[in-house]
């Protein structure tokens, strides 16, 4: 079965530092989310990406974030500086475009610990 | 906008009992989605069940069914014979027909008990 891969699944930064989360999508799949998770809260969507660019994104995602799919296969989420509040679980998901396709064609990965100190 | 309520933060069941989640949502519009999904400690997320709005036969896999209510905008799960196994955080989720992000409850974290 297809899997979205995350990497690494922890990382810990220092405040104020850049921060890369990469995620390789199914390959056929077209449109690319990040959400994010504090802990002891529910999910957030945060922003979705389709054909090169951001289509949707949430009032979380501010000037710092930036998402980008350099090569064709990672889709990565940048943090320019991170703050302490930053410090979350970061999921990827992909999506072929329709729920009828595949294992209900919306796959999320097995996320990113990322603890900003 | 959409939103979707766990009322029942913590849950805990005997082992091979059944155990009913509860989640309403709000929404104006006609045609959507509805999901749940399983966080164990690993905190991967896993899709449990879903169903499609313009059904209106309850969605069933294996143990786990849901009672779908659209007039009252309630979206139950039921898990028969729970295992201990099931123990963990479910979500329960909304999307639209016309757009493809999830709107999360906030959870409800369900104990197994041996």
């Known amino acids: 079965e297809p899997e979205v891969t995350q990497t690494p699944s922890h990382q810990v930064t220092q405040m104020g530092q850049e921060v890369i989360l990469r995620c390789v999508p199914i390959?056929?799949?077209?449109?690319f989310y990040w959400y994010r998770q504090i802990l002891g809260q529910k999910v957030e969507f945060l922003v979705s990406?389709?054909?090169?660019?951001?289509?949707?994104k949430s009032e979380i995602f501010d000037d710092q974030f930036s998402v980008e799919r350099p090569d064709g296969s990672n889709f990565t989420l940048k943090i320019r500086s991170t703050k302490l509040e930053d410090s979350a679980m970061y999921f990827c998901?992909?999506?072929?475009?329709?729920?009828?396709?595949?294992?209900?064609?919306?796959?999320f990965g097995s996320g990113t610990r990322l603890t900003v100190v | 906008a959409q939103t979707v309520t766990q009322s029942q933060p913590e849950m805990s069941v005997q082992e091979a009992e059944t155990v009913t989640l509860s989640c309403t949502y709000d929404?104006?519009?006609?045609?959507?989605?509805l999901f749940w999904y399983k966080q164990p400690p690993s905190r991967q997320m896993i899709l449990v069940i879903r169903q499609e709005a313009y059904k209106q036969q309850n969605a069933t896999e294996n143990r786990f069914s849901v009672n779908f209510q659209k007039a009252a905008k309630s979206f139950s799960l039921k898990i028969s014979d729970s295992q201990l196994g099931d123990t963990a955080m479910y979500f329960c989720a909304f999307m639209s027909n016309t757009g493809n992000q999830f709107y999360f409850g906030t959870g409800t974290s369900l104990t197994v008990i041996p």
């Open positions: 929404t104006s519009e006609n045609n959507y989605y």
């Open positions: 990406f389709y054909n090169n660019e951001i289509s949707e």
């Open positions: 998901a992909s999506y072929f475009g329709t729920l009828g396709s595949g294992v209900y064609g919306y796959t």
């Open positions: 390959s056929n799949h077209l449109y």
